[in-house]
Nanobody
Framework: QVQLVESGGGLVQAGGSLRLSCAAS????????MDWYRQAPGRQRELVAT???????DYTDSVKGRFTASRDNAKNTVFLRMSSLTSEDTAVYYC????????????WGQGTQVTVSS
């Protein structure tokens, strides 16, 4: 049974930082690309960051320079470090696992709420 479990969300003031974690089980973690998505109220889910199985990262423009994705393959965990947060970053954040060659995730986490107060 595949599980992706996010943690680390919460309430933070504008300008603050949070680190999200996503622990994976039931998959061969180190062969999966890991994606971070977010969905704000009334908006479509958007891809925020990707870290490939080889550790290459990519970010949507709105978070470049502020968010950093990393992974610890020994712990089957992916992280998203978020800094200089603004109210625009308020959303439910999801991690997702995607096999090589796929354009959409194979597995999703349940999401963790991030709320940035201004």
């Amino acid at each position: 049974q595949v599980q992706l479990v996010e943690s680390g969300g919460g309430l933070v003031q504008a300008g603050g930082s949070l680190r999200l974690s996503c622990a994976a089980s039931g998959i061969i973690f180190n062969i999966y690309h890991m994606d971070w998505y977010r969905q704000a109220p009334g908006r479509q889910r958007e891809l925020v960051a990707t870290i490939t199985s080889g550790g290459i990262t990519d970010y949507t423009d709105s978070v470049k320079g502020r968010f950093t994705a990393s992974r610890d393959n020994a712990k089957n965990t992916v992280f998203l470090r978020m800094s200089s947060l603004t109210s625009e970053d308020t959303a439910v954040y999801y991690c997702a696992a995607r096999r090589y060659g796929r354009t959409s995730p194979d597995y999703w986490g349940q999401g963790t709420q991030v709320t940035v107060s201004s």
